[in-house]
């Protein structure tokens, strides 16, 4: 079992940045595609962004392009989601995700992991 806890979460107003991490442990022995989701209140859970195993290649949302920045450390079994020029659109609960072995990266039944979540709210 792998556990991935999200941090870095809060309250910004439009325009803003954060920097959201997710921590993984339990059976972390080599590395995983890792990755991050986020849902809005009454939608449904949408693909944000996702690094491979190596952090050599990114995919990221059309919505997000441009303005997020997905990275990792995997000495630390760590992603990062840079988050800038924040929307009020952009209000959700992150998830992290791991462990997709398809490659169908935008798919949330693609990953084996998730975390609990970590709230993003931005203000106009």
């Known amino acids: 079992q792998v556990q991935l806890v999200e941090s870095g979460g809060g309250l910004v107003q439009a325009g803003g940045s954060l920097r959201l991490s997710c921590a993984a442990s339990?059976?972390?022995?080599?590395?995983?595609?890792m990755g991050w989701f986020r849902q809005a209140p009454g939608k449904e859970r949408e693909f944000v962004a996702v690094?491979?195993?190596?952090?050599?290649?990114?995919y990221y949302a059309d919505s997000v392009k441009g303005r997020f920045t997905i990275s990792r450390d995997n000495a630390k079994n760590t992603v990062y989601l840079q988050m800038s020029s924040l929307k009020p659109e952009g209000t959700a609960v992150y998830y992290c995700?791991?462990?997709?072995?398809?490659?169908?990266?935008?798919?949330?039944?693609?990953?084996?992991?998730w975390g609990q979540g970590t709230q993003v709210t931005v203000s106009s």
């Open positions: 339990g059976r972390t022995s080599g590395s995983s595609t």
């Open positions: 690094t491979t195993r190596s952090g050599s290649n990114t």
């Open positions: 995700v791991s462990h997709c072995y398809s490659g169908n990266y935008y798919y949330t039944g693609c990953y084996h992991y």
